[in-house]
């Protein structure tokens, strides 16, 4: 009996071994070279974008949530496959228009539901696709920056086991939040999407979206 059953703790070993060996092939696989970076360093709370109190009066439904806790994407090849999937999706099938262009007004945030909108109008509809999807929402962040021109911008965070990657209509590819050359104002807290949170530095002007 004794025998038998080192001879199952054995076993055991070995299947929890392989797939431990599995899981780190899968994402490899699903992230050659790609490096792990820490997540974004956040400074304390900060007022939410006018832009997002008026997208909830229109969408209460997507900001009426209790607080709950920080949480982030395991990436294997599955998810990595989803987000890349969504973004890419996401950025082909909307047409850049400003929001003077769009409804005459300097800042509105909306879902793109006539193909057309501008930066937040993209991060919002990604971050509605991915949580229809099965993605937590405390790992989506909205997240505002000053681009390579040094204009207001948004991307979504997403918040992940290698650190905080970011989905960019501006581009294709999903990078670490540190590759892409944007610098970070604000973004939402992962306990509550209607609390914000400073990262770096504090910017003392309104960053509003461009393109």
């Known amino acids: 009996m004794a025998v038998t059953l080192r001879v199952v703790a054995f076993l055991a070993a070995l299947c929890a071994a392989a797939t431990s060996q599995a899981v780190a092939q899968s994402r490899q696989a699903a992230l050659p ?3 792990i970076t820490p997540i974004a360093l956040e400074m304390g709370n900060t007022r939410a974008p006018l832009g997002w109190a008026d997208f909830c009066r229109k969408n209460s439904a997507d900001c009426d949530t209790a607080d709950g806790h920080a949480r982030e994407v395991m990436i294997t090849s599955r998810s990595w496959a989803l987000l890349l999937g969504i ?6 099938e909307i047409e850049p228009v400003s929001d003077i262009d769009h409804w005459g007004i300097v800042e509105s945030w909306d879902y793109p539901t006539d193909g057309k909108g501008d930066c937040e109008d993209y991060v919002l509809e990604k971050r509605r696709q991915l949580i229809k999807a099965g ?8 997240t505002v920056v000053r681009d390579l021109e040094n204009e207001g911008h948004a ?15 501006k581009r294709q590819q999903i ?11 604000k973004r939402q807290s992962a306990t509550n999407p209607n609390l914000w949170v400073a990262l770096g530095a504090p910017d003392s002007t309104t960053a509003t979206a461009a393109r």
Do not use: C, S
């Open 33 to 35: 070279n790609f490096p």
């Open 87 to 92: 973004n890419t999706k996401v950025n082909k």
């Open 135 to 142: 993605m937590p929402r405390e790992a989506l962040l909205v």
């Open 155 to 169: 991307v979504l965070t997403v918040r992940t086991d290698i650190g905080d990657l970011v989905l960019d209509n």
């Open 175 to 185: 990078l670490p939040w540190t590759a892409t050359g944007y610098r970070y104002i």
